[in-house]
């Protein structure tokens, strides 16, 4: 069963994107396996304090992709293939590199200056890093 207990809900996302997005961060990182039962929607909305039919958005969103395999009176399970895996990898890739780029652009960032602060904390790994 897929657990949510690392999930944490921020301000400014709607909820049904959060969940599909932990989904698909869990599935790139080898944390939500092909096979892996999710909560049921009751389940999951009473865990998260939030209306079944977030869930149900998010869930519908997840088979939209063929993420998940739903049936009626059954558990919804993973639906992964190393393909699905690595295309999942670029899009979320693709849409946090566009997103940090957008951002040093509205601050004024060269693209020269970014590579810098990138290749940072790319060599410093997971430190904390300050920038000078």
């Given at each position: 069963?897929?657990?949510?207990?690392?999930?944490?809900?921020?301000?400014?996302?709607?909820?049904y994107?959060?969940?599909?997005?932990?989904?698909?961060?869990?599935?790139?990182?080898?944390?939500?396996?092909?096979?892996?039962?999710?909560?049921?929607?009751?389940?999951?909305?009473?865990?998260?304090?939030?209306?079944?039919?977030?869930?149900?958005?998010?869930?519908?969103?997840?088979?939209?992709?063929?993420?998940?395999?739903?049936?009626?009176?059954?558990?919804?399970?993973?639906?992964?293939?190393?393909?699905?895996?690595?295309?999942?990898?670029?899009?979320?890739?693709?849409?946090?590199?566009?997103?940090?780029?957008?951002s040093?652009?509205?601050?004024?960032?060269?693209?020269?200056?970014?590579?810098?602060l990138?290749?940072?904390?790319?060599?410093?790994?997971?430190?904390?890093?300050?920038?000078?």
């Amino acid at each position: 069963m897929i657990s949510f207990d690392t999930f944490r809900s921020s301000d400014g996302t709607p909820i049904y994107l959060q969940i599909l997005l932990y989904i698909k961060r869990g599935a790139v990182a080898g944390t939500i396996l092909d096979g892996d039962e999710l909560p049921s929607r009751r389940v999951l909305s009473a865990l998260l304090g939030i209306n079944p039919n977030t869930v149900q958005k998010a869930f519908r969103l997840l088979e939209d992709e063929d993420l998940i395999e739903s049936q009626t009176g059954a558990k919804s399970v993973m639906k992964l293939s190393e393909d699905k895996i690595a295309k999942l990898r670029e899009d979320l890739l693709r849409e946090d590199i566009r997103s940090i780029t957008g951002s040093l652009r509205q601050m004024g960032i060269s693209r020269d200056e970014a590579i810098r602060l990138i290749s940072q904390f790319w060599d410093d790994g997971n430190e904390r890093n300050d920038i000078d």
